[in-house]
């Protein structure tokens, strides 16, 4: 990809859109009182998804961008559950009855740090509080290093169907300047478990972007990942922002490769699992041709939530823990992201919900056009627009800089239709944000 081109649109840039608004338009105007309102009118019968933030870890991974507490005893995360159990009752109380839920989502933090008798208990008032379909998915985030085989026998006793393991990179040099050294082995004795057990579908993530990280580095990782046969893989992009996470200062930024160097192991990390028999889903998705995500993206019904790329995930997402962020039928909702806060509106009685967003019909028509570009790289807006009862004419000739990525060979547009050029698919964001109303011109 040429310089300029990567200069002209590349990274930093716009939001990674998992989500439309992004959090930066998220209002305090929406709170608790808004939050127990949309939980009341959600459908009753149609199913939801959850997540559920566990926001713990055993040490401090320099590039986390994520909020996170270190702890080395199990005390806090104790506290921790008594009051998420608590949000569980809240919540269960203020939506419908019987509210059936299609999928179950662990993220973190490290959420297999729960004790495995408590993350069962915690599943049985789940499935107490919530109506279950039949079959559930529910999926955990692990990282290897604090992995322990009676977890894995726990998670398929809970009846646990995905695990999504960190890696980021197998590189030692990279590991050390990112303060997170993990073996090859460790990883894969945390599969080899999973698998015993029979929690058989594995995700792995690689970050690209890194300290002292190269083209060369990531082929390696890359072909070390598949040979532990996951069904996907998640390739990301180190967001640097030291001025929001205080951790990321521990990162010497003159080992950080430049936005050329960032695109080339970005390549480097596609070429070599799609040369692997993965197919490459999206912006930074792979999977194995018989995989969900496949013959979702291949049929036209994959979604990217706030949860990411998903075949299963619902529609209306309900967080719960601290900074978890929900989407219910009228809009976006965050949870307070410090855990003492969030557990002090919690134990007050009342849902812990700091901000949000209210949709408008005109937020849902460009989320709409920008979900589907992430997940197929074209879409159509006139037929978007008008299942919205929307006008696509003052749409179309408002989207900033749709012309300039037209003439620049990104994208091509023919009567609305817009399809990215599949030289420049890590670009997407920039072609998204053509149709984002918040982001400066």
């Known amino acids: 990809m040429q310089n300029s081109i990567l200069t002209k649109y590349g990274e930093p840039g716009p939001p990674w859109y998992t989500i439309y608004p992004a959090v930066p338009q998220f209002s305090a105007e929406v709170g608790a009182e808004a939050c127990e309102e949309w939980l009341r009118g959600l459908p009753a019968d149609e199913p939801v998804s959850l997540y559920i933030h566990v926001p713990f870890c055993r040490s401090m991974c320099w590039y986390c961008g994520f909020p996170t507490t270190i702890t080395s005893h199990d005390a ?8 998420l159990r608590e949000e569980i009752r809240l919540v269960a109380e203020q939506a419908p009855q019987g509210l059936p839920v299609s999928d179950v989502h662990f993220g973190g933090g490290t959420p297999t740090l729960i004790g495995p008798a408590e993350f069962l208990a915690l599943m049985e008032l789940l499935r107490l509080r919530f109506a279950f379909r039949n079959p559930v998915m529910i999926a955990v985030e692990i990282d290897p290093r604090t992995f322990m085989a009676e977890m894995a026998e726990a998670l398929a006793a809970a009846g646990a169907t995905r695990a999504s393991l960190g890696v980021q990179s197998f590189d030692p040099v990279v590991q050390k300047a990112i303060n997170r050294r993990q073996s090859e082995t460790q990883t894969s004795a945390a599969i080899e478990n999973l698998r015993r057990h029979g929690v058989n579908r594995i995700n792995l993530d690689l970050v690209y972007g890194l300290p002292k990280q190269t083209v060369q580095s990531c082929v390696e990782t890359a072909t070390a990942a598949v040979a532990l046969r996951p069904d996907r893989l998640a390739v990301f992009g180190y967001a640097h922002l030291p001025s929001f ?32 028999g993965y197919r490459q889903i999206g912006l930074d998705h792979f999977a194995l041709p018989d995989d969900q995500l ?18 299963d995930t619902r529609k209306t997402v309900i967080g719960l823990g601290p900074s978890a962020i929900g989407r219910l039928v009228d809009g976006y909702v965050q949870n307070e992201v410090k855990t003492d806060t969030y557990s002090r509106h919690i134990e007050a009685g009342r849902l812990a919900t700091s901000n949000g967003c209210r949709l408008t019909n005109e937020d849902r028509v460009r989320g709409a056009i920008i979900e589907r570009l992430m997940c197929d790289l074209e879409v159509d807006v006139p037929a978007i627009c008008a299942a919205h009862g929307f006008d696509s004419i003052p749409l179309l000739n408002s989207a900033g800089g749709l012309a300039m990525l037209a003439n620049d060979g990104i994208v091509d547009i023919e009567s609305g239709r817009i399809r990215l050029r599949q030289e420049h ?3 997407i964001r920039a072609v998204a944000a053509a149709f984002d109303a918040y982001v400066a011109r």
Do not use: C
Not at 76 to 83: E, G
């Open 425 to 427: 698919r890590f670009l």
């Open 294 to 311: 496949t013959l979702a993206q291949e049929t036209g019904h994959l979604w990217r939530n706030s949860l990411g790329y998903s075949a």
């Open 76 to 83: 806090p995360i104790l506290d921790y559950l008594a009051v």
């Open 245 to 276: 996470r205080k951790n990321q200062r521990q990162i010497d930024e003159a080992a950080l490769p430049d936005i050329a160097a960032r695109a080339e192991q970005a390549a480097a990390f596609a070429e070599t699992l799609v040369s692997m």
